[in-house]
């Protein structure tokens, strides 16, 4: 079973930019697609962006496009989500999560394990 530590969040001012990241262990991680979500006070976990094993294919939000980027290195072990210009109503936990079977995937129903989040706050 596969364990994720999300880091990299913070505070930041709207228009500004913030690398997460997330760190898995305890499996083999280049097996597994990804997935970013995220969850702002009072709202449902939402769907960010998603990476298959190899990279070879990537899904951002529409309200992310042109302005995130979702990476992974499977040789550290870790994904990435690169964020900018960045918006206040972005503020949110961000968590990545694993799939364990299949390819990349935008519900949260289909990933089968969870890192506990990081806080990202966006000032205006």
């Known amino acids: 079973q596969v364990q994720l530590v999300e ?5 930041v001012q709207a228009g500004g930019s913030l690398r ?10 280049s097996r597994y697609a990804m997935g970013w979500f995220r969850q ?15 990279s070879s294919r990537r899904y951002l939000a529409d ?5 995130y980027t979702i990476s992974r290195d499977n040789a550290k072990n870790t994904l990435y989500l690169q964020m900018s210009s960045q918006k206040p109503e972005e503020t949110a936990v961000y968590s990545c999560a694993a799939r ?16 506990q989040g990081t806080q990202v706050t966006v000032s205006s």
Request: contains cysteine; negative net charge.
């Open 7 to 11: 880091s990299g969040g913070g505070l």
């Open 20 to 29: 997460l990241s997330c760190e898995a262990s305890g499996g083999t991680f």
């Open 100 to 115: 364990d079977r299949g390819g990349i995937a935008t519900t949260e129903g289909e990933y089968d394990y969870w890192g």
């Open 63 to 67: 309200s992310v496009k042109g302005r």
């Open 40 to 54: 702002a006070p009072g709202k449902e976990r939402e769907f960010v962006a998603a990476i298959s094993w190899g």
